[in-house]
């Protein structure tokens, strides 16, 4: 349904509901606000563009998205990538990347993909989740440390390279702040629920920096004055080469996007008793993400731990969600001069609790459990993020989920002989159609083989392999293809080829149980007319029914020309 899900919130909506929602806004507006300046400072950019991004993302992801208690904003997930096209491609090339990986969005939600990305493979999300949290750690050492580098290598090896030659410059100034700020991310929250720790940290830090003359960078220090209002909106210079190399990190953003927004979607659906819906949530992820880049932010999606918060905080309806975009709105507008006073240390303690979270790293052990083929794809995501590129690890991933996937069709697929276990009186091994093939049937030269599984390309060998083993004596052939669901064109060709073995032969081909979607494509292709419309039947009883007439047909010219001997 394409539909926004707030056209569906007023129905019995309340005061109380309304002041839940207000309630609940304001302290996820309150707890967004260090988060959107750590993402933005990680990603390259500065500060204000995590703000904006908050702002304007989070309201239209809560206005036209399809979960009620959805919060939208920039997350960790999107840092590693990010990072990668500033330095690559300034802000303009992630302005770009970020305007058309929302176009990609919103294809998707039209197409319909919502669906198809909820069951993305469970190794591969855990693999990049996991490595984007090493990245994230191994980009805030600089900052938890204080140490003296103005430039990090982009590499993950050449950066712990330079952090152990810069070791000695260790500032232990800053290393109390980053520390102390993390003991409070980790206790405060065990003891009070309702404060954001976030922000108890920040104003510890500030305090305790100002109060004892601490030698340490802070945002102002680094970066200047923050704007206290949102940039007048821009439209990016599309350059067609430009775009054209965006391409790629553009399809990981829309992916990384859609992937982490339904997550917490279905986090949230899990948390509340909820329904989200799939696709709607796709376009407006990808609105957000055209109309943000316009005013200077940057990719956004679904935040699962602001989603999370704003449910335990009472959030009913989008209006708290947009409710938290306009609380971001006015802190930026009249408190955003504070902003410039945090110190970088406690920030980078803030992105170090964040990327522990992340990490799942109890999830990743546990998956060392699982198959082999698993571990291959959840190591291989996993080192190629933080060795080489998320997009080259999103693409291998997906590549090698495909491929597994494939294997494992293929093995609970394939083609059975059953006719050998059927004796006198022996029913057929399914209740839905019991009928019995006799000794008599088996020995006039009746076979019987059963096809499991979609007949595709992964399975047109095997059933060439046991096909062939057939002997070439056989009078009639039944083929039970009541489990298959599909069949594409390396089955049809297949089943064309066997067609005409048999028609060499003089073997009479009988097809029970096809199911009409297979039908369908079988009329497409004229099969039904080669194989014959007598002999296709919808269960096994008419397939034996017919069989017995050829047999019948068979014996009557024998028995004529016995009789023309005598």
């Not at 055209?290 to 704003?310: C, D, E, K, L, Q």
């Not at 039908?519 to 419309?533: N, S």
Request: overall charge positive; aromatic content about 8%.
């Amino acid at each position: 349904m394409l539909r926004p899900i707030i056209l569906d919130s007023f129905k019995n909506y309340s005061k109380q509901k309304f002041f839940a929602d207000l309630t609940s806004g304001l302290i996820v507006g309150i707890v967004a606000i260090p988060l959107a300046v750590a993402f933005a400072i990680a990603s390259g950019v500065t500060p204000d563009r995590g703000l904006v991004t908050a702002i304007i993302a989070g309201f239209f992801i809560s206005l036209l998205g399809g979960s009620r208690v959805q919060i939208g904003g920039p997350t960790g997930a999107f840092v590693v990538i990010l990072y990668g096209i500033v330095q690559n491609h300034g802000v303009e090339g992630l302005v770009t990347a970020t305007l058309m990986a929302g176009v990609i969005l919103i294809i998707m939600g039209f197409a319909g993909l919502g669906s198809i990305i909820k069951f993305f493979p469970y190794p591969v999300i855990v693999g990049f989740t996991s490595g984007i949290a090493v990245v994230i750690f191994t980009s805030q050492i600089r900052d938890l440390l204080g140490l003296p580098l103005d430039t990090l290598p982009p590499d993950f090896f050449g950066k712990w390279v330079l952090y152990l030659k810069s070791l000695a410059s260790l500032s232990w100034q800053a290393f109390i702040v980053a520390a102390g700020s993390i003991l409070i991310l980790v206790y405060w929250p065990k003891k009070f629920k309702k404060i954001p720790s976030s922000l108890v940290a920040l104003a510890f830090s500030i305090a305790v920096v100002n109060i004892l003359g601490l030698n340490v960078d802070t945002i102002g220090s680094r970066f200047g004055s923050i704007p206290s209002m949102i940039p007048a909106p821009v439209l990016p210079d599309l350059q067609l080469k430009t775009m054209v190399t965006l391409i790629s990190p553009a399809i990981s953003i829309a992916l990384l996007g859609a992937i982490e927004a339904l997550l917490s979607a279905v986090v949230a659906d899990g948390m509340n008793g909820g329904k989200h819906r799939s696709n709607i949530e796709l376009i407006a992820q990808g609105i957000a993400n055209v109309v943000t880049p316009i005013f200077g932010g940057i990719p956004a999606t679904g935040a699962i731990a602001r989603t999370a918060t704003n449910i335990r905080n009472g959030g009913n309806t989008p209006i708290a969600g947009i409710v938290h975009a306009v609380v971001v709105l006015l802190i930026m507008i009249f408190l955003g001069r504070l902003v410039v006073y945090i110190p970088m240390a406690a920030l980078a303690a803030i992105l170090v609790v964040v990327a522990y979270h992340m990490s799942e790293w109890r999830t990743f052990v546990a998956l060392w459990k699982t198959p082999r083929a698993d571990v291959v794809v959840l190591m291989a995501t996993f080192f190629l993020t933080v060795i080489a590129d998320l997009t080259i690890a999103i693409q291998v991933g997906v590549a090698l989920s495909v491929i597994l996937f494939m294997r494992r069709l293929i093995k609970i697929s394939g083609v059975e002989v059953i006719s050998n276990d059927y004796d006198d009186n022996n029913l057929a091994p399914s209740t839905e159609d019991c009928v019995t093939i006799d000794k008599d049937l088996i020995a006039n030269g009746v076979d019987l083989f059963e096809i499991k599984g979609p007949f595709f390309f992964g399975t047109a060998f095997s059933f060439e392999e046991t096909i062939g083993e057939i002997s070439n004596e056989s009078k009639i052939l039944i083929l039970r293809m009541r489990n298959v669901p599909f069949i594409d064109s390396t089955g049809l060709i297949t089943l064309q080829k066997f067609i005409q073995r048999c028609n060499k032969n003089r073997t009479s081909l009988i097809l029970s149980g096809v199911e009409p979607r297979v039908m369908k494509t079988f009329a497409k292709a004229d099969m039904d007319q080669k194989i014959g419309k007598d002999n296709i039947y919808a269960d096994l009883a008419g397939a034996i029914s017919r069989a017995r007439e050829i047999l019948h047909m068979t014996e009557k010219p024998l028995q004529k020309s016995a009789e023309t001997a005598v």
